[in-house]
């Protein structure tokens, strides 16, 4: 019985490693930093409407719904007004949810409402960062 117990143990401890290791690994800063980079140049390509290029940030999940850059504009310039047209953007502080990266945006519109965007981030096989999805809450408050 002894064995078996000793044996049960030491397999529990190599699970647990390979698990440990095949999990994800939690965003290091420069990871944030690049995940600032690839949400505000999505920004930016809605900006110029340039479909193709924003559509190129959306990560796969997102691609599959939206078969093409067009369909994605579409649904970017009518459910999501506030993240297609921002009159001001600034960057709030990240964090993790479920394992997830999420970035929020603090987003002034042009009639001077309060939203927050809160992108989840998906790291992708060749270690670039995509959009996985967007969420929007508007605040209770409008720009002065």
């Not at 998906?122 to 209770?140: E, F, P, T, Y």
Request: glycine share 4%; hydrophobic share 45%; aromatic share 10%.
């Amino acid at each position: 019985m002894k064995h078996i117990t000793g044996a049960l143990i030491a397999f529990c401890l190599v699970a647990s490693s390979i698990a440990q290791a095949a999990a994800p690994r939690a965003p290091q800063e420069r990871d944030w930093n690049r995940i600032r980079l690839v949400i505000h140049a999505q920004l930016e390509a809605f900006r110029r409407d340039d479909a193709r290029a924003a559509y190129s940030f959306a990560a796969p999940e997102i691609r599959s719904v939206f078969r093409t850059p067009g369909e994605f504009m579409r649904m970017v310039r009518t459910g999501y007004k506030a993240v297609y047209r921002p009159h001001s953007v600034r960057f709030l502080h990240h964090f993790m949810v479920a394992g997830q990266p999420v970035q929020p945006l603090e987003i002034v519109t042009d009639e001077d409402q309060l939203i927050v965007a809160y992108y989840v981030m998906r790291r992708q096989r060749d270690g670039s960062w995509k959009v996985a999805g967007c969420s929007l809450k508007g605040a209770a408050a409008t720009s002065v």
